[in-house]
């Protein structure tokens, strides 16, 4: 049996460090923005190389709370991927703006800069790439289109978390990085959590009171906010994570340099733009003969899944926005793509069976 990722083995590998890091939290009592936090914020903004790192309850509150420090308002555009977990779109919509879709590309599955640029009207007020399965999207034309006309740049990061481009980490690019530490993510909590981080003292001050019902001085509200904080426990395991993200983004990287290896007569195997690092949070491949590949890997008990079988534009929810709205290459991806077990534990036999299943789903 092979899971799509085994956050058993690897707690039972880092055991003696979080059970302590955990007791020690609850008996500080500190449970609400407490040290571990503020530790943890600091250990992430020097991690990021970005000036200020503020912790939330989850990635898509980080993308709420950024489109909001954005300055994003009611009846604004804001361009981005079709291609990604609903929360990228979601976060636009709860801020009463709307989401603008453009098309990616076939190589990366990431958006394409001058799709965004031929999207911008005089209603746009950011742009919301996403890092799509740990592959940085191409920050540095991005940013230049973003500057040009003057519009916010945020980075969804859920996905990317320690990957960069040169040495740049994502989400110290653009005016806003968000992050999410859902437990399967590539640094993920033992729950819910995320991360904002931000360049200038001014964003980070907004982020940080939205994030505490709208305070800088307690029980004095200055804007409406939310509860959106990390909790101290998470925030204590994280940081026993850290440690290991880059040894465990590497290991990544060996499985999916061996899938790659194995199977790239079989399926297209995922490309990788030099200009990036890719961490690999997903193995995806496109195929043609999807529906037998999974019959078989599910016969041998091997898990896999569809990210995503619906792009953002088909989806009930933006059906009607989107009527006359046509991305064939998010289309594309989204009828062919299928994505294998993948985690820092998994080790080569494993990844070879896998790659044998493959192969013998497609000599049937
Ligand atoms: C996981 C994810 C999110 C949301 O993060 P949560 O912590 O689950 O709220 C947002 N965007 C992308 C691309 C994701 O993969």
């Known amino acids: 049996m092979i899971p799509m990722v085994d956050l058993k083995t690897q707690y039972h590998q880092l055991k003696g460090e979080i059970d302590k890091a955990v007791l020690d939290a609850l008996e500080s009592t500190q449970f609400i923005?407490?040290?571990?936090?503020t530790n943890l914020e600091k250990e992430l903004a020097e991690y990021l190389g970005s000036p200020f790192a503020i912790s939330c309850a989850s990635g898509t509150d980080a993308l709420y709370l950024a489109v909001l420090a954005a300055g994003v308002k009611p009846g604004d555009e804001v361009?981005?991927?079709?291609?990604?977990?609903?929360?990228?779109a979601e976060a636009i919509c709860y801020a009463g703006a709307t989401p603008i879709f453009v098309d990616v590309d076939p190589r990366t599955f990431n958006i394409v800069?001058?799709?965004?640029?031929?999207?911008?009207?005089?209603?746009?007020?950011?742009?919301?790439?996403?890092?799509?399965?740990?592959?940085?999207?191409?920050?540095?034309?991005?940013?230049?289109?973003?500057?040009?006309?003057?519009?916010?740049?945020?980075?969804?990061?859920?996905?990317?978390f320690g990957s960069g481009l040169?040495?740049?980490?994502?989400?110290?690019?653009?005016?806003?990085?968000?992050?999410?530490?859902?437990?399967?993510?590539?640094?993920?909590?033992?729950?819910?959590?995320?991360?904002?981080?931000?360049?200038?003292?001014?964003?980070?001050?907004?982020?940080?009171?939205?994030?505490?019902?709208?305070?800088?001085?307690?029980?004095?509200?200055?804007?409406?906010?939310?509860?959106?904080?990390?909790?101290?426990l998470q925030a204590a395991i994280l940081r026993v994570k850290l440690r290991y993200i880059d040894r465990f983004n590497q290991e990544r990287r060996r499985v999916a340099h061996r899938y790659s290896e194995g199977m790239k007569d079989l399926v297209t195997v995922p490309f990788e733009d030099q200009k990036g690092n890719h961490i690999y949070h997903q193995y995806t491949v496109l195929t043609n003969r999807r529906?037998?590949?999974?019959?078989?890997?599910?016969?041998?008990?091997?898990?896999?899944?569809?990210?995503?079988?619906?792009?953002?534009?088909?989806?009930?929810?933006?059906?009607?926005?989107?009527?006359?709205?046509?991305?064939?290459?998010a289309e594309m991806i989204a009828e062919t793509c299928l994505s294998l077990p993948i985690y820092p534990e998994m080790s080569n036999d494993q990844v070879?069976?896998?790659?044998?299943?493959?192969?013998?789903?497609?000599?049937?």
Request: with cysteine; charged share 20%; proline share 5%.
């Open 33 to 37: 923005l407490g040290p571990n936090v």
């Open 352 to 364: 070879d069976q896998v790659i044998d299943t493959v192969r013998e789903a497609l000599a049937g």
């Open 113 to 160: 800069p001058e799709l965004i640029e031929k999207a911008i009207t005089p209603l746009t007020k950011a742009v919301i790439p996403v890092h799509l399965f740990g592959q940085p999207s191409d920050m540095t034309a991005i940013r230049e289109i973003c500057d040009r006309h003057k519009l916010m740049l945020i980075e969804d990061c859920a996905q990317s």
């Open 79 to 88: 361009i981005t991927t079709p291609f990604t977990f609903i929360a990228t």
């Open 166 to 232: 040169g040495k740049d980490k994502t989400g110290s690019i653009g005016d806003f990085g968000c992050f999410s530490f859902f437990p399967s993510k590539n640094l993920g909590g033992y729950g819910d959590g995320g991360l904002v981080s931000c360049k200038t003292a001014d964003n980070a001050d907004i982020v940080k009171m939205l994030r505490n019902h709208g305070s800088k001085v307690r029980y004095h509200h200055d804007v409406i906010g939310l509860n959106s904080r990390l909790d101290d």
């Open 291 to 329: 529906d037998e590949i999974m019959a078989k890997l599910s016969e041998k008990q091997i898990a896999c899944a569809i990210y995503y079988p619906i792009p953002l534009h088909r989806q009930n929810v933006f059906a009607k926005q989107c009527s006359n709205v046509s991305l064939p290459v």
